[in-house]
């Protein structure tokens, strides 16, 4: 009676019961994080398809790249290249960039290594016609003659997707065309054919033109 508790008491039992909750929130009740979902598929994918060594450009570098261990990855977004990570970049120029973790990127720098495979956007892929919907990287090989030159779009269907309750999960690509390790995955999917045009995009915060390769 009338007795004080020390000053570490009220923590400690708070991490008690913080640990007695974990088990709770580890059987289910955490939504799922699709990012890793679609990488595990994608960085399966990849690694069945590509020969060893091939390199592979994406933003989603975390599953992607640790269920493909035979082959290489560029982050396009820097949190795992020291150059990436260490530009000045300009600001505002993506929807993507005003969330941290998302701004940094160099797309001159990614075609200079001449990738195999270039994945741009999340996970899975997008074709780029709304060049600004997602991150820097994009913006710039999109806006690159040379990478249009060079690059040619496919579309995978990952018929993993199925199993987990995606029938219709497709992975977008960008292939160079003169990689053979390129050309042994084209294989396995469907060139995305059109011409390259100058559509305009309204956004949220601006108007602006944008670059893509027009599927038919």
């Given at each position: ?68 261990p ?59 016609l ?26 995978f ?7 987990d ?21 084209a ?23 944008g ?6």
């Amino acid at each position: 009676h009338g007795r004080t508790h020390p000053g570490w008491a009220l923590p400690l039992l708070m991490v008690g019961a913080a640990a007695l909750e974990a088990p709770v929130a580890l059987r289910g009740e955490r939504p799922r994080d699709m990012a890793t979902v679609f990488g595990t598929m994608v960085g399966r994918f990849l690694a069945k398809n590509l020969p060893s060594g091939s390199l592979a450009a994406t933003s989603a570098a975390g599953a992607t790249a640790f269920f493909a261990p035979s082959l290489r990855f560029i982050d396009t977004l820097g949190l795992n290249d020291r150059h990436i990570a260490h530009r000045a970049v300009p600001l505002g120029v993506t929807l993507w960039q005003s969330i941290a973790g998302h701004r940094k990127g160099d797309g001159d720098y990614v075609l200079s290594r001449a990738p195999d495979v270039i994945i741009l956007g999340a996970v899975n892929g997008f074709l780029g016609l709304d060049e600004r919907e997602w991150f820097l990287t994009d913006y710039e090989l999109l806006e690159n003659p040379e990478f249009r030159r060079q690059y040619r779009p496919y579309s995978f269907r990952l018929d993993e997707g199925a199993a987990d309750g995606f029938p219709r999960l497709q992975l977008t690509a960008y292939l160079l065309r003169s990689s053979s390790a390129a050309s042994a995955l084209a294989a396995a999917g469907k060139q995305m054919r059109g011409p390259w045009s100058r559509p305009e995009y309204n956004y949220t915060a601006a108007t602006a033109i944008g670059v893509g390769f027009q599927p038919q």
